[in-house]
């Protein structure tokens, strides 16, 4: 009976039925004075992301449409969490770039930026992030996450995300004032 049961174990693995995940989605925007086409253009530059977006440890291009992105997130009591992401890239439509996993894979990145021009020399940049990683176990991710649950953790990983995201819409758009008035001597 036993060597009947370890059989049908490994013709019908046993699925993880709690599977874990974390989540966080934040959007935020910035108004910046400059036109369009300049802010436009200057996002297309992927250092951009890497240089001002706090725990960005490394983006790069892997082709035409495929970007890599590492991001490092510090955890209490524990050694930090670094995670790659490959993006797909897609531009919808001018001022319109994205970069999301489209693989099934157990750690999801969107992040889409939008430029929207409101008047010859003043544009809204606006940013959304979707974070998402699944594991087996809360355990995978850090030894107490099974302890502080899934709300709690997507709920700290919101939060940082937010900060994450506030920093870098503040210094890319300091960059870009930076860049603009010096294109023009």
């Known amino acids: 009976m036993t060597l009947f049961i370890l059989m049908l ?12 995940t974390i989540y966080a989605e934040v959007e935020k925007s910035n108004m910046i004075q400059l036109p369009f086409d300049y802010i436009d253009r200057e996002l297309r530059d992927l250092s951009i992301y890497q240089k001002y977006f706090p725990s960005m440890i490394e983006v790069k291009r892997l082709d035409d449409t495929k970007t890599s992105w590492t991001y490092e997130v510090d955890m209490p009591l524990a050694k930090a969490v670094r995670t790659t992401y490959v993006l797909e890239e897609r531009r919808p439509s001018k001022g319109v770039v994205i970069f999301e996993t489209l693989n099934s894979s157990s750690d999801y990145m969107f992040c889409m930026a939008t430029i929207i021009s409101h008047e010859p020399s003043k ?6 992030m979707i974070l998402k990683t699944t594991r087996e176990s809360g355990s995978d991710i850090h030894f107490l996450a099974p302890i502080m649950g899934q709300k709690f953790i997507s709920a700290q990983m919101k939060e940082r995300l937010e900060e994450d995201l ?18 023009k001597q």
Do not use: C, H, R, W
């Open 9 to 20: 174990i490994n013709i019908f693995p046993v699925l993880p039925l709690n599977m874990f």
């Open 123 to 128: 544009t809204e940049l606006k940013i959304k």
């Open 166 to 183: 506030q920093t870098f819409l503040d210094k890319a758009t300091n960059d870009l004032y930076t860049g603009f008035n010096n294109s």
